[in-house]
């Protein structure tokens, strides 16, 4: 029905950037909210970052000033410039959608898989 597929996690030193990228795909009708949550080793799920249609972002305070999110509507993506990278980011980061599809017609949540960002010190 839908997936959503991550890209652009790797290895980075200390301070380094990297950019992640989310699309989703399928029978959607309409994208609520689009972004970021990571579980780092030894930690739960958390927020990172999230955006909705017609809203401004909401960030966690751990990423505030050197994360920025972005949307994409028309090609169902959103982004995450990530900045000034310290080891503490190291984590599997999620991409996430609440979102309306054509068959259900109703606000359901998705979830990637899941891509890896580790960062050296």
């Known amino acids: 029905q839908v997936q959503l597929v991550e890209s652009g996690g790797g290895l980075v030193q200390r301070g380094g950037s990297l950019r992640l990228s989310c699309t989703a795909s399928?029978?959607?009708?309409?994208?609520?909210?689009m972004g970021w949550y990571r579980r780092a080793p030894g930690k739960q799920r958390e927020l990172v970052a999230v955006?909705?249609?017609?809203?401004?972002?909401n960030y966690s305070d751990s990423v505030k000033g050197r994360f920025t999110i972005s949307r994409d509507n028309a090609n169902h993506t959103v982004s995450l410039q990530m900045n000034n990278l310290e080891p503490e980011d190291t984590a599997l980061y999620y991409c996430?959608?609440?979102?309306?599809?054509?068959?259900?017609?109703?606000?359901?949540?998705?979830w990637g898989k899941g891509t890896l960002v580790t960062v050296s010190s």
């Open positions: 399928g029978s959607i009708a309409r994208i609520n909210t």
């Open positions: 996430y959608a609440d979102l309306v599809t054509t068959v259900a017609w109703a606000n359901i949540d998705y």
């Open positions: 955006i909705s249609d017609g809203d401004s972002p």
